[in-house]
């Protein structure tokens, strides 16, 4: 996906093809455009590391269906502010594949894309029940103030601020996890700032998730049923309302269950971060490797990239797969504190902004999608052979 081309290109055994697979009209300022993609066959069957990766029926052009969100505009604007153009939403698209195009687009969701121009998520990925789940975020930096960002007596939640769940036809999933009225029925959880990074975990199908603080207190999470992020009131583990400096000083820390969450009756639930950084990474991508193609030692491992920094990092997982197995040190509590060195769990690094992770459900390898200010770039991650 081209963010402010509006474009979807595709690349066949390592040559692109010349023309776009579709193109259309997307806002651009700051974090609109075209965010987010996920393939599936038309029966249903998720084009990710779920599936077989020797099912090579999948590469036909006629068997998949394409779900884009993006930021749709009324014209191409190319700076949407300074243009005087309002993005008419963010929008969950249907489209289906067939001969190199995208076609007959369906809309499934349409969500805010006001009043600000940043957190707009945008991750979209097909779950192991075949249902489609799309990260949003706050739309602005004090963009909408509802329950689902955690303001007690405030508006219902208006579709922001959380994961959201559709079929693939673009019908909630009933009963609702937090209710049953639109659009409280479309929330898997809530609570969040912004996320770029969205993953299940093939083993056991339970889904994680990375987030961005504001202003601090990036995140991995498990991401269950109901779950609530603490979002505004908890970036991290750090309690709101202080600096910055008095925050990470003072280690201010929530109770535990934390007090003045919106919890929906009891159906919401909050729980800490897997992992949070202090200082911002930006996590995007979040994936695992389901194959041993760089070795037995990293096989259904979990890996993160960040955009800050240009990091791939590597996590090993309990028994269980509930929570990560940290190594010793000044890590082991899965805090990064500012002093903190991330060396123990980076496994790649000088990828410049990475926005994207993905294991090929063909050739079993990880891929790492970049960019810098003058091109994107896409690795393939392969063994060295010693």
Known sequence: ?????????????????????????????????????????IHGAALSNHGNANDHHHDKTTTAYVFLYYTQAQTHTGDDITA???????????????????LNPKLLLELPATPGAIGNGGKVVIGSDNNVYVTIG?????????????????????????????????????????GNKFPLNLYYSYGMWNSFGLAFDPVTGILWDTQVGLPFGDEINLVGPGFNSGYNKIDGIWLRGYNIDQTEKQ????????????????????????????????PTGITFLNSNKIGNL????????????GNIYHFKLNAQRTGLLLPKGPLADGV??????????????????????????YDGNLYVLTFDQTQGTIYRIVPVNK
């Open 336 to 361: 990064v504190n500012s002093s903190d060195s991330l060396d123990q769990i980076i496994f790649g690094k000088g990828f410049g902004a990475i926005t994207d992770l993905k294991v090929s459900p």
């Open 1 to 41: 996906t081209e963010k402010d081309a509006g474009t979807v290109r595709r690349i066949v055994n390592g040559t692109e093809l010349q023309q776009a697979l579709v193109d259309v009209n997307v806002a651009t300022y700051a974090h609109r455009g075209m965010l987010g993609i996920a393939i599936t066959s």
């Open 251 to 282: 280690h201010v820390v929530p109770p535990l269950p934390p007090n003045d969450l919106v919890n929906f009756g009891g159906k919401g639930k909050y729980h800490p971060p897997q992992f949070t950084w202090f200082r911002k990474v930006v």
């Open 84 to 102: 005087g153009k309002q993005p008419l939403g963010n929008r969950l698209y249907r489209y289906e594949l067939n001969n190199n195009k995208l």
């Open 138 to 178: 706050n739309v602005g930096i004090n963009g909408h103030n509802t329950k689902a960002q955690n303001v007690q007596n405030s508006s219902e939640p208006d579709g922001t601020s959380g994961i959201l769940r559709v079929n693939q036809d673009g019908q909630p999933i009933l009963p609702g996890i937090l």
């Open 298 to 309: 990293y096989e259904n491992d979990m890996f993160v990239a960040d955009a800050l920094n």
